[in-house]
């Protein structure tokens, strides 16, 4: 049985729970303004996950602490050369940087981390295709989504409650007079300790996300505690941070990049496509850009040369590319775009905040 819909008619949620209790075989592709997300499902189980975003996989394994920053390094650069076609995952387990166990984890995680996201869905398509089986990345054993279905309505639930205090991950807690004269005396957990002290009235709650490698939504569910026992406020002053707006297709290369500047106070935005970069850009102008040539709709190149061409206030924006190609035409067709530097990816943390704040007229 095949079947296609309307979000607006049909929850989501009504969609899993069919599929489950039909024990289907497919694939549950959801069409959205901002491209398609594909479950697939093996015996009303699912098994694997395609966001239509590059090296997902990657992105959650260094988030998770299963590799470093250096393992992925390595697994770029041979992936230009020997290892040219594979993924970022296939590679790592072939170099014995992580075993299997740890990859069907990260697939886990993966395929919560979707469905929590679905489940806030307020409109797009939807379209079952039976039989339909992933390319790659699926789970033996796959998840029951009944679970996670309960798992992501208590999500939203107290999403809800945290918004009141919280209104987004960029906000930036900051200790109050209170916590740091009780600090001695307050009774924590150890994640919430964690926290805590890497408040600093500096970084948002994104950036403690990425340095403490915990998710947003566990981070800002304890910054919202200390708010309400006022220990923590949000700043309500303007956010006078330099905004860089990240784009790459890759969220392994996206997480890489929010690792090496997560320390400095910057303001990071990030898009996947060129038209998404383009759209960023626009309805606020940034104070830096870091642009991957290879995009999945149009070329960094195009989008450097979009944005040059919009104005005096974009002509004067810092925009570095990064590109995994070093070949000195590659890095004259980035000069000819407009680009005011160039990096090849995989490039070291400290070059990369080194050339960032060069252009920003920081310092070393």
Same mark, same amino acid.
């Given at each position: 049985?095949?079947?296609?819909?309307?979000?607006?008619?049909?929850?989501?949620?009504?969609?899993?729970?069919?599929?489950?209790?039909?024990?289907?075989?497919?694939?549950?592709?959801?069409?959205?303004?901002?491209?398609?997300?594909?479950?697939?499902?093996?015996?009303?189980?699912?098994?694997?996950?395609?966001?239509?975003?590059?090296?997902? %996989?990657?992105?959650?394994?260094?988030?998770?602490?299963?590799?470093?920053?250096?393992?992925?390094?390595?697994?770029?650069?041979?992936?230009?050369?020997?290892?040219?076609?594979?993924?970022?995952?296939?590679?790592?387990?072939?170099?014995?940087?992580?075993?299997?166990?740890?990859?069907?984890?990260?697939?886990?995680?993966?395929?919560?981390?979707?469905?929590?996201?679905?489940?806030?869905?307020?409109?797009?398509?939807?379209?079952?295709?039976?039989?339909?089986?992933?390319?790659?990345?699926?789970?033996?054993?796959?998840?029951?989504?009944?679970?996670?279905?309960?798992?992501?309505? %208590?999500?939203?639930?107290?999403?809800?409650?945290?918004?009141?205090?919280?209104?987004?991950?960029? %906000?930036?807690?900051?200790?109050?007079?209170?916590?740091?004269?009780?600090?001695?005396?307050?009774?924590?957990?150890?994640?919430?300790?964690?926290?805590?002290?890497?408040?600093?009235?500096?970084?948002?709650?994104?950036?403690?996300?990425?340095?403490?490698?915990?998710?947003?939504?566990?981070?800002?569910?304890?910054?919202?505690?200390?708010?309400?026992?006022?220990?923590?406020?949000?700043?309500?002053?303007?956010?006078?941070?330099?905004?860089?707006?990240?784009?790459?297709?890759?969220?392994?290369?996206?997480?890489?990049?929010?690792?090496?500047?997560?320390?400095?106070?910057?303001?990071?935005?990030?898009?996947?496509?060129?038209?998404?970069?383009?759209?960023?850009?626009?309805?606020?102008?940034?104070?830096?850009?870091?642009?991957?040539?290879?995009?999945?709709?149009?070329?960094?190149?195009?989008?450097?040369?979009?944005?040059?061409?919009?104005?005096?206030?974009?002509?004067?924006?810092?925009?570095?590319?990064?590109?995994?190609?070093?070949?000195?035409?590659?890095?004259?067709?980035?000069?000819?775009?407009?680009?005011?530097?160039?990096?090849?990816?995989?490039?070291?943390?400290?070059?990369?905040?080194?050339?960032?704040?060069?252009?920003?007229?920081?310092?070393?």
């Amino acid at each position: 049985m095949s079947f296609a819909g309307n979000l607006r008619g049909w929850g989501i949620t009504e969609m899993l729970q069919l599929i489950r209790n039909g024990k289907k075989t497919g694939a549950l592709v959801v069409s959205t303004s901002s491209g398609n997300i594909t479950i697939y499902f093996k015996a009303g189980m699912a098994v694997a996950v395609d966001t239509g975003v590059g090296e997902v %996989v990657g992105s959650i394994m260094l988030q998770e602490g299963y590799i470093t920053v250096a393992d992925l390094d390595e697994a770029i650069q041979l992936q230009k050369t020997q290892y040219r076609g594979k993924r970022i995952e296939q590679i790592l387990i072939a170099l014995k940087k992580i075993e299997m166990p740890a990859l069907a984890k990260t697939i886990r995680k993966q395929i919560e981390s979707t469905v929590t996201d679905l489940i806030q869905l307020k409109g797009g398509s939807v379209n079952f295709e039976v039989d339909a089986l992933p390319k790659y990345n699926a789970l033996s054993t796959g998840v029951d989504v009944q679970g996670m279905l309960l798992g992501a309505a %208590v999500v939203g639930d107290e999403m809800s409650v945290i918004r009141e205090n919280i209104a987004n991950s960029s %906000v930036i807690p900051k200790k109050t007079k209170k916590g740091e004269d009780q600090q001695e005396e307050i009774s924590l957990k150890l994640k919430e300790w964690k926290i805590y002290l890497a408040i600093d009235g500096i970084k948002d709650i994104k950036a403690l996300s990425t340095k403490l490698k915990l998710d947003e939504f566990s981070v800002m569910k304890i910054v919202n505690f200390f708010v309400t026992e006022k220990w923590v406020e949000i700043l309500k002053v303007e956010d006078k941070r330099k905004k860089i707006l990240v784009v790459d297709d890759s969220l392994t290369i996206q997480k890489m990049i929010e690792l090496a500047l997560a320390d400095s106070g910057f303001n990071l935005i990030t898009a996947t496509t060129g038209d998404a970069a383009i759209k960023a850009a626009t309805e606020s102008i940034p104070d830096l850009i870091l642009l991957d040539v290879m995009l999945p709709d149009i070329t960094g190149y195009k989008v450097c040369r979009s944005l040059r061409d919009m104005g005096d206030a974009y002509k004067r924006v810092p925009i570095l590319m990064l590109s995994g190609k070093d070949a000195e035409i590659d890095k004259n067709l980035g000069k000819y775009a407009g680009a005011d530097a160039y990096m090849t990816k995989p490039f070291e943390a400290s070059d990369l905040l080194s050339k960032v704040k060069e252009h920003l007229g920081l310092g070393s």
